[in-house]
C-alpha cells in the first residue's frame, strides 16, 4: 500500500488508527481507549452517567447517592479524573466549602450523550436525563424549566397504562385465535 496507509504496510495498526481518527489534533487512540478502560468499569459509568444527570455534584451527594463510603468511592472518581471524565470544582459561594465539588466534562457528557443517541434513541431523549441537583447545590443551580424525568413519566403514565391494555388485550385475542384455531405456541 502507499500513501495514507503506509505504516500498515510495517504493521503498525495502531499509528495507522490513531493517525487516521485522531491526527494529533484533539485526543489520541491511547487516551480514548483509557477512558474507555475507565468506562469498561459499572460502577464508574454508572457515577458518570450520575453527574450527567447532576451536572456537578458534591462527593458527599455521590457517596449517599451509591451507597459507598468515600474511600470506595475515591477510587473510582480518580479513575474518572485521570481520564478527563470529570473534574473538580472549586465549591459554589453559597455551598460548603469544605466538601470536593464534581462536575462531568465536556468529554464525559459526550460520552453518555453518545451512549443516549444510541441505546435510548437520539437528542430528544437527553434532556429528560439530566434532571437531578444536588441539594447542596441547589441555591445556585437549574432554574432554567426543564422538566424531569419523573415529571415526564408521571405526565405519560396513563398513556403507557392505555398503551398497557391494548397490549394485553391483542395478547387475549391472539391466544383465543390460536385456541380456536387449535394452534399451540
Not at 485526543?27 to 477512558?35: F, G, K, L, Y
Not at 471524565?85 to 453559597?94: F, H, K, V
Given at each position: 500500500m502507499v500513501g495514507l496507509d503506509c505504516d500498515l504496510d510495517e504493521g503498525d495498526v495502531v499509528s495507522h488508527a490513531d493517525r487516521r481518527l485522531f491526527d494529533g489534533k484533539v485526543?489520541?487512540?491511547?487516551?480514548?481507549?483509557?477512558?474507555k478502560r475507565a468506562l469498561a468499569d459499572q460502577f464508574r459509568y454508572s457515577v458518570l452517567y450520575l453527574l450527567y444527570e447532576y451536572g456537578e455534584a458534591s462527593r458527599t451527594r455521590l457517596c449517599e447517592d451509591t451507597g459507598r463510603d468515600g474511600n470506595d468511592l475515591q477510587h473510582h472518581l480518580r479513575e474518572l479524573l485521570d481520564t478527563?471524565?470529570?473534574?473538580?470544582?472549586?465549591?459554589?459561594?453559597?455551598a460548603d466549602g469544605r466538601?470536593?465539588?464534581?462536575r462531568v466534562t465536556t468529554l464525559g457528557k459526550q460520552e453518555i450523550e453518545s451512549d443516549l443517541e444510541h441505546i435510548v434513541g437520539g437528542n430528544r431523549y437527553t434532556e429528560r436525563h439530566r434532571c437531578l441537583v444536588d441539594t447542596a447545590l441547589a441555591d445556585s443551580s437549574r432554574d432554567d424549566g426543564r422538566i424531569c424525568a419523573r415529571e415526564i413519566l408521571v405526565d405519560r403514565s396513563s398513556e403507557v397504562d392505555k398503551l398497557n391494555k391494548q397490549r394485553t388485550s391483542l395478547r387475549k385475542?391472539?391466544?383465543?385465535?390460536?385456541?380456536s384455531t387449535g394452534e399451540t405456541q
Open positions: 485526543d489520541s487512540i491511547e487516551a480514548h481507549v483509557s477512558r478527563n471524565l470529570i473534574a473538580r470544582r472549586p465549591a459554589p459561594e453559597d466538601r470536593t465539588y464534581y385475542q391472539q391466544n383465543n385465535f390460536r385456541e
